[in-house]
Structure formats: C-alpha cells, structure tokens
C-alpha cells in the first residue's frame, strides 16, 4: 500500500487547492476555522478539491487535542473536528497555496518564516480579510468564554463561505 502522506502531496500537487490555517497556539482558532472550511467544502461537493489544515506559530501547543470549549462549539454546531496541534513547517510554505492566520502577530511571524524559504508559494493573508462585515481579526478565545468561542465560530463561518466562493 502506498504512504497516504505521499499521495496527498501529488494529489495536492496535480489539480487540488490547499489551505492552511493559522493561529498561535492551533488549538482554539485555526481548528476551529480548518473544521468549518472542511464541513462546508465538503457539502459544496468540493471536499475532495481541497487539502486542508491547520498549525501554529509557537510550539506552545505542540501535539494538544483543540480546546475543550472549542470543541463543545463545534459540536453544538454538528462541525466534526479531529486535530492534533502542529507547528508551521518550511515544507508548508512551499506547499499550501494559502496560509490563512487570525491576527497581525500571526501575519508578521508567517511573513519572517516565508522570507527564509526558498520556494514560498503560498498566498499569506489574514482570514478575515474575507469577512463580508469586514472584521478583519479573529480574536483568541482562550482567555475569554464560551461566547468567545462561539464568535470565533460565526467569524469563521463567513470568511470561509466568502474564501471558498472567491477561490472556486
């Protein structure tokens, strides 16, 4: 059998698009926006067009499940959402055509990393430079409460409709 991981990159590398999502830590906003771009994706009927993701800038949170408020979001929404916390790697940048990231400390720390690397093909924006109601940032909820969580989800919901509409 061959290595999934093998196939995934040529398929990623043939016709598929890819998307990365990005916070700090990848336990709170990017799964959160990686599990809603996947369930929408796919019931668009486009799930297997995309390979989708999500890291982080730290190692803060290296191998950590997401957040357990996140989590009970997501299912309270019925967005399925499987993740295990990872750094941004080199290998990303040359992969992803898009490194999606929550805030300006996120943009900053990707577009230092992206400078290092050689064949950096990846479009770097901010998620919420897609939000229709122009809230550019997507605030980190780990302080805060479930009502966070859940603005971070509604934040999610239209700047992953309006990305997916506009690279379709």
């Known amino acids: 059998m061959k290595d999934p991981g093998t196939h995934e990159a040529n ?8 998307v990365l ?5 990848n336990i709170c906003r990017s799964p959160i926006a990686e599990a809603v771009f996947r369930k929408m994706a796919t019931e668009n009927g486009v799930g297997d067009d995309w390979r989708i993701d999500s890291a982080a800038t730290s190692t803060y949170e290296i191998g ?9 979001c997501m299912q309270k929404h019925g967005v399925p959402m499987r993740h295990i916390a990872r750094q941004v790697t080199k290998g990303d940048f040359e992969t992803f055509d898009y490194i999606l990231c929550m805030d300006e400390s996120n943009l900053s720390d990707l577009k230092r990393k992206a400078n290092a690397v050689k064949n950096c093909k990846a479009k770097i924006e901010l998620l ?13 909820p780990y302080y805060g409460s479930d009502k966070d969580f859940e603005t ?5 919901l239209r700047c992953c409709k309006a ?3 506009n690279s379709s």
């Open 152 to 156: 971070v989800y509604d934040q999610c």
């Open 11 to 18: 398929m990623a590398s043939n016709s598929r698009k890819s």
């Open 128 to 140: 919420g430079s897609y939000d229709p109601q122009k809230q550019l940032i997507i605030n980190d």
């Open 64 to 72: 950590s499940p997401p957040d357990d408020r996140g989590q009970a």
């Open 163 to 165: 990305f997916l509409e």
């Open 21 to 25: 999502f990005v916070c700090l830590g």
